[in-house]
């Protein structure tokens, strides 16, 4: 039976990295380029859904129908308003005029702006910790109570689903998808074809960034201590997942975020708690010299 | 769209520097009154000027107790400037961001602005390295929060105003054994934090002397981690009946919440002085019965505690936890020792190069002196040794009703 609750909880943990895996992934797959403000972003949109929720929340009747949905549903929204405005603003102004500058100058680049992030965020809304209120409560307990998996899990396997589907749907099929394609191949030829290799790339982060504010929520519902440096070490664990099923392929992202959670969660279960991250990142290494490529990452025809 | 968003960061960053510049006031009022030529404006002229310099983190991950032990002690100077005595007191507090390498540039900053006295640092790792430096230069050190003994160790100039990490941990552990609260106990401690390793171990080693049996021992590799729902099936499983956690409050937090909503997990609660902060994370109903190891209580009557938590709410906009507390004491026991310093004046006369060195030999021998005590809002006659160690009674609260009651 801890067979299974250790189980649940690798599911858990790993549904977060993969959530946040996807954004990091398809920002790679076409714009060619690792944002590491990538956990920045999903830390700002937690801290937009916390305030949007804390705001409501007290106009709301207390036990209605609408207090119990209204301040979730618009805590979220606008959050992915905001990420989404956050993440054209940091590309237009700290990737776009680097787009010929080589990639070792963009990466630094994010990582300044996941400094600036963090300072920032705890300039506006200070050092301490805040307690962010899960936006779905509750757990299914089955097994007597030895065995509970919580609804934010279910909702984050749910929604990680439902993004992936929509991500390779969206790139898949239709014209800025074909475009997202067309500049991850090859961007000069993309804009001689008549593609707006600026615009596309934009649409590109404002998408990843609304996924971070989704991821954000997510998160902070399950893990509820919420900081300016909360996106960091997660946002870290989930490049390393995206790597892990492939960099650039979106199911491989969902898979490589899972399996990391439930290696992490298994190795601190059955071998050993201090040196958890060190097997899981000697999974990664094993896997990687197998599979220099991740471990889907050759099976996906086109990367995005 | 392009001069739009130009606009917009552009006043995203006069907001932001507008923000830091402010911030940088608070930390530096000591600093520039003092440098139009020391003549104290605090309405003494003839005053004795001391400046005391601070480091701990502003920014990074620990920046909560760097802030809180900054502001604790900006209080303590003001209200000593203000009382308008012999001795007026200037206070810079530099930026550490609970880096061992920025802890000894933020220390030479310091030193270059003729400091005297060393208030620092808030975290462990930074203030050995601070510490071996003051030691070398002799300056004289008292940190308000860095418990660890390496901190002390075979240094004479360095104090502590907060409890050993192994003392800690012997205190829990006859605390538990005395009060009878359980005979079977888990730990849950931070192995890649020299504080929680610190108390874990020393609690640990003394529990079998007083008739605990430890039924596991479980770690996890930084305050970052977020799951811990393995640890606590451990200590479940092997039938816990107390969960000691000598952490900090952010990892706890996340602990009481799995341990309530993911395993149905109800043991005593146990925590160390890192657990303070607690009630600020967590909701009433997960934090009720948590018992703390604190030496100071925000919600106590006592005079002199209402009347910092006063100030310190009406500055900050936030309750005070230990580590205001602490850095409060710190600047008020360095205020005393040097009122007991009999040949002041003539240290204050000298250049700064040797005034250091002659207020630190000053101040090691007040504050190792037999008839040395403080009482101030973490403890009342507190006395130290010459291994820079504290002594002061310990306190126990548990958590009821969203607040600390003493036990």
Known sequence: MSFLSYLITGISLGSIYAIIALGYTMVYGIAKMLNFAHGDVIMVGAYVCFFAMAGLSGQMEAGSLAAAV?????????????????????????????????????????????????????????????????????????????????????????????????????????????????????KAAAQLMGINVNATISVTFA?????????????????????????????????????????????????????LGIIETFTKAYISTDLSDAIVFLVLIVVLLVKPSGLLGRFVPEKV | MKKFLAMLMAAAMVFGAAACSSGNNTGNNGGNAGNDGGSGD???????????????????????????????????????????????????????????????????????????????????????????????????????????TDVTADKDNVFQMCFTDPGQGVTAADYVAENGLATKVGVIYNNGDAYSTGIAQGFIAHAPEVGLEVVTEQTFPDDSNTDFTVQLTACRDAG??????????????????????QLNYSPLFFGGDGMDGI???????????????????????????????????????????????????????????????????????????????????????????????????????MTWGTNGEVTKDPMVVVVEGGAYVTQ
């Open chain 1, 207 to 259: 998408i990843g960034s609304a996924l971070a504010a989704v991821a954000g929520v997510l998160m902070c519902s399950a893990y509820p201590t919420l900081m300016p440096t909360t996106g960091a070490l997660p946002g870290i664990k989930a490049f390393t997942a995206a790597v892990f099923g492939g960099i650039g392929s979106i199911p491989g992202a969902f898979l490589g975020g899972l399996l």
């Open chain 2, 279 to 381: 009630l600020g994370v967590v909701d009433e109903s997960l934090a009720k019965g948590l018992m703390l190891l604190t030496p100071f209580n925000a919600s106590s009557t006592e005079e002199a505690t209402a009347n910092f938590v006063a100030k310190y709410e009406a500055d900050y906009g936030e309750t005070p936890n230990q580590f205001a507390a602490d850095g409060y004491d710190c600047v008020y026991a360095i205020y005393q020792a040097l009122q007991q310093i009999d040949n002041l004046a003539e240290i204050a006369a000298m250049d700064p190069a040797e005034r250091h060195t002659a207020l630190c030999d000053a101040l090691v021998s007040v504050f190792t002196s037999p008839d040395f005590s403080f009482s101030g809002i973490t403890g009342s006659g």
């Open chain 2, 42 to 148: 605090a309405g003494n002229d003839g005053a004795i000027v001391i400046r005391i310099g601070g480091i701990g983190p502003r920014t990074g991950d620990t920046a909560m107790y760097g802030l809180a032990t900054e502001r604790g002690a900006q209080i303590a100077v003001d209200e000593i400037n203000a009382l308008g005595g012999d001795i007026q007191l200037e206070y810079r507090f530099e930026d550490d961001t609970g880096v061992a390498e920025t802890a000894v540039s933020a220390y030479n900053t310091l030193k270059d602005w003729d400091v005297d006295v060393i208030y620092g640092c808030t975290t462990t790792a930074p203030c050995v390295s601070v510490a071996a430096e003051t030691y070398a230069d002799r300056y004289f050190q008292l940190t308000p929060s860095a418990s660890s």
């Open chain 2, 240 to 261: 816990a009946e107390l969960v000691f956690m000598p952490i900090y409050y952010t990892p706890a937090a996340l602990i009481l919440n799995q341990a309530k909503n």
């Open chain 1, 70 to 186: 209204v301040p979730q549903v618009a805590g979220v929204l606008l959050a992915m308003v905001v990420c989404t405005i956050l993440g054209v603003v940091i590309e237009g102004l700290a990737y776009k005029p680097l787009r010929q500058a080589p990639s070792l100058a963009v990466l630094i680049t994010a990582i300044g702006v996941s400094w600036f992030l963090q300072n920032a965020a705890q300039l506006l809304w200070g050092a301490a910790p805040k307690n962010f209120t899960s936006i779905v409560s509750g757990a299914v307990s089955l097994a007597d109570g030895t065995l509970n998996i919580s609804y934010v899990t279910m909702l984050t396997v749910v929604t990680c689903l439902v993004i992936m589907v929509g991500l390779t749907t969206f790139i898949g099929k239709g014209k800025m998808g074909k475009a997202m394609r067309a500049c991850s191949e090859d």
